[in-house]
């Protein structure tokens, strides 16, 4: 028996090391089970959070988005009811031939905003007025919405005294739409005087087709925007009182389910590794567990391998960018890991002992503070604040757990550079990329706050818009990194005019907008405007050449002129543009008829498209005669737009609003093709002369267009003379030589219009393909008191003769005109003295009398 007792007890530890090692692994495999469920549980988590965010701001921005249609509708409809002209053509008479014939209130608001239904509803509560789908109908608005009225009449006329409109939602044979009423009021307008009636109510009507709410969509991010369905209860947006007019529903995006797609296989399939792993590990510690008990000197082996694993923990701790730490019950460090002196730059050794709280410092109180919170979840981390070894400033992410009442130990990640970037981005959002100043957002949020705060009329809110003048030359010549440098010396120079408190954003290419937030007095602003002109007046030295650009400024103030952050915006531009008009480098405040003059104006544009559209505009002809002899030569086109209502409008008040809104195309292409189809029926030896404006060279295919017109007309084109100013040569000299060389070969002819009242002209005449010139009216008319202008067009006419150019004298008004131009062999001349512009029918028998 004693003989067998080693060998017995060996078979035991044998089997008790096995079963040791087994259940050591079996429960580091639960552990990792526990791990792979976890991570499977938090990824689900995750995703259904995406998913419900998702959700969230899909919601959101949908609610934005029919937000933004309801102001939109509301504006359109205030600027169409509080107008004078509406109010005179729509509730004192009902007008369709003003209304719908000349498109004032008629099928281009289908046209051009979709407006599927658009009605006039009188003082007594009749349909007098009705546009459905752009075309002209007797219905009745009540019937056509299937809606009760009165609610929606009343409301808008409650609005007349404050010009203020409303809106509502309504179901039309189960399609939602969006109605915006408005009284329709005289507006501005001195010349309209009130009848005392109860006002009549303009109503727009916005349809939410799908191809409409897809668009909306699209605008505002939101998928698959639609009319919801009855069965649909999720992402759901509900229109009208508890959706009484119909619901909009979405398709938010499914991170989540995208993230579960990708994540739950590579955990799966990571746990089928590890079970592998387990499978192959649990065979090999077996059998080394049986070897282990073998002998004495595999014990010593096995101390040595947990030495050396040890050892390694150690050196994967040390190679981490992460320092690991632990502090006692009383916050003081017990231990710090060698990365500790890498990563801070201080010594770990003298920190052993010292208190964390000396160390690391949070925005939440003190650290142990955060430590001690009751039921702290340990897989929280915070955000502390500590000083390197340099003096600077560093940013830790801490995580910690509780070490059974011990104390603490956890990690430390050094995470600076990360939240400097994302305060960075943070900053780019709100902020120019160029300039560093504030962006159209941070103006906005700015705004919105400053006008939280409601401004009184001692203590307002000012804005000024300010648009540079000059500065688009910096960028043609010195090129745009020039432009850049000025825009940031211009910027700078702006914030230094300043104080603390007001703001300074850039929102265009060269538009800035300055908010003041302490200013009493309209001196205090036009002070301010006066130094900030003279400061960005100053040079701007670029390399070695000095730049020099101006500025002009349009102010508006709340609660004075709007208080509304959009309205304040507009009412700036509006002044900013009558500063402009007022010839730049000045300030205008805004004043009430500034947006009654642009109103104005938009309605001349619009009478103007109508005009050239429907044949208002008719074209005289100025006879041209040979001074030596009186021989009719040719004659210059003159365009006239006898406006029904307004008389005679001048070419010199509708010509720059052709030029500014596109439409100069459009009347130089009428006035072209009129012209040319007039002249091929006069005598062969007579030429037609027309003006082209310098707007024509940048745009418009100017050479395709007179093309077209000579070979529609048939007329000869040396029988063709294009006017042009010296401005076209100022603006792009080498795209407008091209121009001209390329005209000159379909065979025209082309002449310097108003000579002498440019600059450098006889480098461009020398340099340019032009047959003649021509003398500005200005020198002939001061011939009676100014001798120089009668050696100037002595010059001027030899200059012409030494270059070989055709010379003709504008504006000739008195016999002692003719008379000087004879006497120094000018070539041609016109003007009152020799026959005033005449109609088509009036010039051809002049040239029947004359031939």
């Known amino acids: 028996m004693p003989n067998n007792l080693p060998a017995v007890t060996c078979a035991s530890s044998n089997r008790s090391s096995v079963a040791l090692a087994r259940g050591s692994l079996f429960k580091f495999v639960g552990l990792l089970a526990g791990v792979f469920v976890l991570a499977s549980c938090s990824l689900i988590y995750l995703a259904r959070d995406l998913d419900r965010n998702e959700e969230v701001e899909s919601a959101f921005y949908t609610r934005k988005a029919v937000q933004a249609l309801e102001k939109s509708l509301r504006t359109t409809v205030k600027d169409y009811a509080f107008w004078g002209d509406a109010y005179r053509h729509l509730h004192v008479k009902v007008d369709p031939d003003w209304a719908f014939v000349r498109q004032n209130v008629g099928p281009t608001l289908y046209s051009d905003f979709g407006f599927q239904g658009l009605f006039v509803v009188d003082a007594v509560d009749h349909t007098v007025y009705s546009v459905i789908e752009g075309e002209l109908q007797s219905v009745a608005a009540g019937e056509w919405l299937h809606q ?16 203020t409109a409303t809106t509502t939602f309504v179901n039309i044979a189960g399609v939602p739409a969006l109605v915006a009423a408005a009284a329709i009021t005289p507006g501005t307008d001195p010349t309209v005087v009130p009848d005392g009636r109860p006002p009549s109510v303009l109503i727009f ?8 709410l897809a668009k909306m969509g699209e605008e ?11 069965d649909e209860a999720t992402s759901v947006f509900a229109l009208g009182d508890d959706g009484s007019a119909g619901s909009l529903h979405w398709r938010p995006s499914t991170p989540g389910a995208r993230l579960l797609a990708v994540g739950l296989p590579l955990i799966g399939l990571s746990a089928l590794l590890v079970c592998l792993m387990t499978w192959a590990i649990l065979r090999r510690t077996t059998a080394g567990a049986r070897v282990l008990d073998a002998s004495f000197s595999t014990l010593k082996s ?13 050196d994967v701790v040390e190679a981490s960018s992460d320092w690991v730490w632990e502090i006692d019950r009383g916050g003081r460090f017990t231990y710090l890991s060698d990365r500790f002196d890498a990563v801070t730059g201080l010594s770990g050794s003298t920190w052993i002992g010292e208190s964390i709280n000396a160390l690391l410092s949070t925005e939440l109180g003190t650290l142990t503070q955060w430590l001690s919170i009751p039921n702290r979840r340990p897989d929280i981390s915070i955000l502390c604040y500590f000083v390197d070894s340099q003096g600077r400033q560093r940013i830790t992410r801490l995580s910690a757990r509780d070490m059974a009442g011990q104390g603490f130990r956890g990690t430390a990640t050094d995470v600076t550079e990360e939240v400097e970037a994302r305060r960075r ?14 962006n159209r957002t941070r103006l906005q949020e700015f705004l919105d706050g400053k006008l939280k705060a409601v401004p009184t009329a001692e203590q307002p809110l000012v804005m000024l818009s300010l648009d540079l003048d000059r500065f688009k030359p910096v960028n043609d010549l010195l090129g745009h990194a020039a432009g850049d440098f000025v825009l940031n010396e211009v910027s700078t120079r702006l914030a230094d005019c300043i104080r603390n408190g007001d703001l300074v954003a850039r929102v265009g290419g060269d538009e800035f907008v300055l908010i003041l937030t302490d200013v009493s007095s309209q001196d205090e602003v036009e002070a301010l405007c006066q130094r900030l002109i003279e400061s960005i007046e100053g040079p701007v030295l670029v390399g070695d050449q000095e730049v020099f650009v101006s ?29 402009k008009a007022a010839g730049r480098n000045t300030w205008r405040f805004y004043a009430g008829e500034m947006n009654t003059r642009i109103i104005e104006r938009r309605r001349l544009e619009n009478d103007l498209r109508f005009a050239i559209k429907h044949g208002e505009l008719k074209l005289h002809f100025q006879p041209r005669y040979r001074i030596a002899d009186g021989q009719m030569v040719g004659a210059e086109a003159l365009v006239r737009w006898q406006h029904p209502e307004r008389g005679l409008v001048p070419p010199d008040v509708f010509i720059p609003i052709a030029e500014e809104s596109g439409l100069i195309l459009s009347l130089s292409n009428w006035v072209l093709d009129t012209a040319c189809h007039c002249a091929v029926l006069w005598p062969e030896h007579l030429f037609v002369s027309v003006n082209l404006s310098s707007t024509e060279f940048k745009r418009g295919n100017l050479v395709e267009r007179i093309q077209k017109a000579l070979k529609d007309s048939g007329i000869d084109p040396g029988r063709v003379e294009l006017e042009i100013t010296e401005s076209v040569m100022l603006e792009d000299a080498s795209g407008a030589l091209e121009v001209m060389r390329t005209l000159k070969r379909l065979g025209v002819r082309i002449s310097m219009d108003d000579f002498g009242t440019g600059y450098s002209s006889l480098s461009y005449l020398r340099a340019f393909p032009f047959d003649g010139l021509k003398i500005d009216r200005s020198f002939l008319n001061r011939l009676d008191e100014s001798e120089d202008d009668k050696a100037i067009i002595r010059a001027i006419v030899g200059l012409g003769r030494a270059l070989s150019l055709t010379v003709t004298a504008e504006g000739i008004e008195t016999a002692e005109h003719l008379k000087l131009l004879k006497a120094v062999s000018c070539d041609e001349g016109q003007g009152y003295y020799l026959s005033r512009p005449l109609d088509v029918d009036a010039f051809n028998d002049l040239v029947s009398v004359s031939a």
């Open 205 to 212: 009507v916005d349809v939410f087709t799908d191809a409409k």
């Open 148 to 163: 009760a009225l009165p609610g929606i009449l009343a409301e808008a006329r409650a609005g007349a005294e404050t010009e």
């Open 551 to 579: 500025a002009s400024i349009g102010i508006a103030m709340a609660p004075n002129d709007a208080c509304e952050a959009a309205e304040l915006l507009r009412y700036a531009d509006i002044a900013l543009y009558e500063a």
């Open 220 to 230: 505002f991010g939101i998928n698959q925007l639609r009319v919801a369905t009855p």
């Open 425 to 438: 981005i943070e900053f780019l959002s709100q902020h120019d990329a160029l300039t560093g100043l504030p």
């Open 302 to 314: 096995s101390q040595d391998a947990l030495a050396t694993s040890e050892a390694r923990f150690r």
